[in-house]
Every structure is written in structure tokens, then in C-alpha cells.
């Protein structure tokens, strides 16, 4: 804003409003106190909110707007993103056709304007208001902050949302007052869920602060800001949650874990709930399990091909353990659902332990972890192996324990399919050497070890091609002979039908096959950089490469390979 400053100075001087000695210091009193220099102006009595728009307007040859009397326009609202008109302080006022009208604070940052000329699609119509005017009808248009309720629920309709009950005995107390489906916290909470749900999030997150409760939806692996919420409605609504998911009410200090259903038209989703007490009350967090979103069809994952060669050559094994490793909602438990759909035949037994069980499969035995029943991974497995199993997927390998049991069941002639928690493919053999494993039982029971990542994909109506240096290429790993391919490289601008100009995701898949030099240095003990070098020469492809050979056909952007995965 100095350039604007300096502008606008130079307006009020030429006006006689204004001497450059006043100018100078009003200038240095608004950048010391980071207010804007209009502010500063109306509260020093050089001029009204009017009239600096009225001279703002005639310099720039742009009509002005009054936007106290201006009627929202929700359909207008979606012709910009609300992050883009925060950013570059502006408002859409209008749409006709291509044309949007908008409000800008400073007509003359043509470079701003041409942003949101490449933003929107659209061409664009200016008109004048000042910054803090802009600003109060943003909060009041995108509806961030609200202390209405009737306000934040509009004209929404329950009709299609209700709670499924389900069997599990439980001795919850039940509130009336939180629980009649009426009521303004039950609806708020519907709606919320639904929201999320019509947006392809995949969380929710209720968090409490000193004056106001903030929900946040995550959208492909991002958090943004959906609603801000009165303080005096928390209590209510995390007591609403409390009773969908068979929790304790009165119990505040402790963290507790649930989950219930929700029938959402024709769908049955399944929700699972983590509440955790904050320094301001309860903090909530859903995760949105939608099996419609689940993609079964492991030909479908859109693996590199040497990834999925691997990956389906393990799966045809009769025995062995495969390993998916990664960090939390990097995609494992999709990859592994997909295996056990494409394994899956009326003469197989397989069987799944889960904590929790994310997807019902149908055909699948599926047997949940409850540890406060005594039933926890490793003696879930203990039980499985007694039940005559071909394939068991372990959700999780938490401890010793579990991978002793896990590791025999490999050895003794069943395909079993978990998960670990490690950064890539070659570092997980360190990993289960740490948890007790001797080299030569990890190394005979191990068929295939993979490492995922999801990276976001550019949006198709947005993204904007870009030529990217050979010396920048090769330093973010491109060999030579990638560089001898047609590639196209792209990156993300934004728009109203994406996220910052992302839209979905994607997985990146580093598989490491246990071939018989593998196993050699594994046994002999071999330092796991000795072993990532033999696997890359066999042909493994990094999360790197992976992620770089998505960019160079524009599926993504270099920005995204680097900030999701390690360089090698």
C-alpha cells in the first residue's frame, strides 16, 4: 500500500486538502502502526470516507460505490474466492455475462488487476471504495464472522441428513435439549456435516478460542476456514457430538474417541470422532469416511507403471508381508483396500484387523481393534491365525509384538498386508531391525516395502504453463535423458471451481521389491544408503521421481513435488 499511499498523498496535496510536510508524517504514523493510510487520513479529519472516495475516483477516472447500500449477492460472491478478495482487497459487486464488477481500494496496481483478470476468467469493471469499507462487506458477504445462527443455517434444509443409530450398548447420557432434531445446535451441526461433505472434504475441525469457535474443513490435505461460530453456542455443540458418537457428556478433562453414521440422501456415511480437550474447551475433529469416494480398482490408483508392476506382483504371492508406510492421511489405507478388493475370491479367507474399521467391504471379514475389551492388534492376530486365514490386513503395526506375530504369519504360509510409519521404502528394514527383528527374518519374510505420498492435482481450468531452466530442473532431480522427453510444466493460478488452483489428489508410490541382492545386504547387515543405491539401480523410483514425472506432464506443479517429498 506505499505506492498507493504516495499516490493518494499526491491526489489530496494537488487538492489543497493536504501539505507534504502533514503528508509525510500521516504516512510514517500509518506504516509505524500498520493501519491504512485512508484510516489514518479519516481519523486525523483531512477528509470523510466520501470524499476520499469521490477524489480517488475522479483521479482514476472510475466511478465510486457506496457499499453501505449495496445487496449482497451470493451467485456474484462465487465469481471470486474469498481468500483472492481478501488478498488483493477487493469485492464483487456484479456480474453480467464475462464481466464482473468489483470494488478496489487502489484503481491504479494495474498488475493486481490483471491478477485477477487471469484469476476469475473474466473481464473486469472497477469501482472505488476504500479499504475499510471493502473489508466490512467482505466479513458481511462470505459470512466469516457471524454471531447468528439463523444466519449461518440461511434456508438450509435437514431433510436429507439424519443420524443413524447403530447397535452398540452403550450407558451415554442423553440430552433432550441437544438432542431434538429441531433445535437451532442440532441443525447447525447437520448442516456443518453436510457442507463438508458436498465439498469433497475429508475433516472437520470444531476449535475453541477465547471469543469464538472456528470450523475449518480439510480439502485436499489443506485446511481452510468454513464458519466462525459464537462462543456461547461451543458447549452445546460439542455435547451434540458427544451424544451422536456414544460419548461421555459430562466428561471434559479427558480425550475420548467415537464415531457414528449419517444417512446423506441415498448415502450412509460413516464419521469418525476425536474430542480433545484445549486450554478454551474441547476440541473436535471429524474424519469423513466416504466408502462412494474409495477407489477399489487397483488399476485405477494411476501408480507409475513400474510401481504398479510391483505392487501387483506382490499381491499374487501366496505368502509374504507387503508394507505401505507414510504418515497420517497419505493414502495407505485406500492402497491396501484396493489389494484386498483385487486379492479377494470366494476361495480365499481373508480376514482384516482395524483400528478403526474405516470401510465396510463387503465379502470381507473385518474385525475391529477395542482395546478397553482387551482386544488389541496383536491378539486380534493371535485369533485370526487360528481361524484359517490365506490374506491378512493388519491396519497398523504399533509394536513388537504385533510384528513378531505378523512376521510368523509370513513365514508360515499367509500374505499379510500393513502399515508402518516411515519416511521411504528403504528406511522401513532399519525400522523393524530397531523393533527387535532379526535382519534375516525381515529379510525372508518381506516381499515388497512401499512408501506413498498424495500430491495435489493442478486444476485443469487454471493452471498456467510454465518454462522452467535446465539447471533448475536437474537440481530438483531430472537426469539428462528425462530432459531429452517432451515435457510440460505447469502451475497453479486459482479459480471459483478450485482450491488455490488444486483441485484433488492424487498418490505417489516408491515400491522397493525384496529382490535377492536386497536380501543379501540386508542379512549381512549393509548400511541403508548401501541398500537405497542397489534398489534405485534394479530400477526403484523414488517419491521424487514419481512426483517430478507427474509434473513434467503438467499433473502437477514443481511446488508441490518439493514440498510433499524428500529430494533423494
Known sequence: MTQFAKKLRGILEKAGRLDAATGETLMGEAQSQKRPFTEVLVKKGIATEAELIALIAKAANIPPIDLTKLIVNKEVLESVPEDVAREYCIFPVDRIGNIITVAVANPFDVLKLDDIRIITGCQLRTVVSTAEEIEKIRGKGYQRETESVDGILGSYDDADVELKETDVEDDSTDLSAISDEDSPVVKLVNKMILDACNTGASDIHIEPFEKKVIVRYRKDGCLYEAMTLPKRMQN?????????????????????????????????????????????????????????????????????PRSMEDYLWACAQPYGMILVTGPTGSGKSTTLYSAVRHIAAPDINLVTVEDPVEYQLEGINQVPVNAKQGMTFSGALRSILRQDPDVVLLGEIRDQETLEIAIKAALTGHLVLSTLHTNDAPSTITRMV?????????????????????????????????????????????????????????????????????????????????????????????????????????????LRRCGLMNAGRGKTSLQEVESETMAD
Open 236 to 304: 452445546n455443540i460439542t455435547s451434540r457430538i458427544k451424544i451422536m458418537s456414544k460419548l461421555d457428556i459430562a466428561e471434559k478433562r479427558r480425550p475420548q474417541d467415537g464415531k457414528f453414521q449419517m444417512k446423506i440422501g441415498n448415502k450412509a456415511i460413516d464419521f469418525r470422532v476425536s474430542i480433545l480437550p484445549v486450554i478454551w474447551g474441547e476440541k473436535t475433529v471429524f474424519r469423513i469416511l466416504d466408502s462412494s469416494n474409495l477407489a477399489l480398482d487397483i488399476k485405477s490408483l494411476g501408480f507409475e
Open 434 to 542: 530397531d523393533m527387535g527383528m532379526d535382519p534375516f527374518v525381515v529379510a525372508s519374510s518381506t516381499l515388497l516395502i512401499c512408501a506413498q505420498r498424495l500430491g495435489r492435482r493442478l486444476c485443469v481450468n487454471c493452471k498456467k504453463r510454465v518454462d522452467i531452466g535446465k539447471d533448475v530442473l536437474m537440481r530438483l532431480g531430472f537426469l539428462e535423458a528425462d530432459l531429452e522427453q517432451p515435457m510440460e510444466f505447469y502451475e497453479p493460478v486459482g479459480c471459483p471451481r478450485c482450491n488455490k488452483g488444486y483441485k484433488g489428489r492424487f498418490a505417489l508410490l516408491e515400491t522397493m521389491r525384496m529382490t535377492e541382492g536386497i536380501k543379501r545386504m540386508v542379512v549381512d547387515r549393509a548400511h541403508i544408503t548401501d541398500v537405497k543405491k542397489l534398489a534405485l539401480s534394479e530400477g526403484m523410483l523414488t
